[in-house]
């Protein structure tokens, strides 16, 4: 059973940028897919980005170019660094692992572990 642990998420302005944490308890952590969701209020969760097993990267339109994930498997942790926020990625971020070989799922079938979730919160 995976345990992830999310951290970072806060009140910015807009134009202002955050990085969220994503901490896991599995050892072989290097053997998962990991993924970053959003719910933002009376919205479904929709799919932010990914990172595959050997960091081939995925992300949404909506935040392609302002946010990077990345990932430290010495540390068992992956990152969302998001620059230039939007009042509407306002939302409750998740972390969500998938052990998989290849790729990385964009559709939260594809994950079987998900964190509690942080809340980014964007002014105007």
């Known amino acids: 059973q995976v345990q992830l642990v999310e951290f970072g998420g806060g009140l910015v302005q807009a134009g202002g940028s955050l990085r969220l944490s994503c901490a896991a308890s599995?050892?072989?952590?290097?053997?998962?897919?990991m993924a970053w969701f959003r719910q933002a209020p009376g919205k479904e969760r929709e799919f932010v980005g990914a990172?595959?097993?050997?960091?081939?990267?995925y992300y949404a339109d909506s935040v392609k170019g302002r946010f990077t994930i990345s990932r430290d498997n010495a540390k068992n942790t992956v990152y969302l660094q998001m620059n230039t926020l939007k009042p509407e990625d306002t939302a409750v971020y998740y972390c969500?692992?998938?052990?998989?070989?290849?790729?990385?799922?964009?559709?939260?079938?594809?994950?079987?572990?998900w964190g509690q979730g942080t809340q980014v919160t964007v002014s105007s």
């Open positions: 599995e050892r072989t952590f290097s053997s998962y897919a």
């Open positions: 969500a692992a998938d052990l998989r070989i290849s790729g990385a799922g964009t559709t939260q079938s594809d994950y079987d572990y």
């Open positions: 990172i595959s097993r050997i960091s081939m990267t």
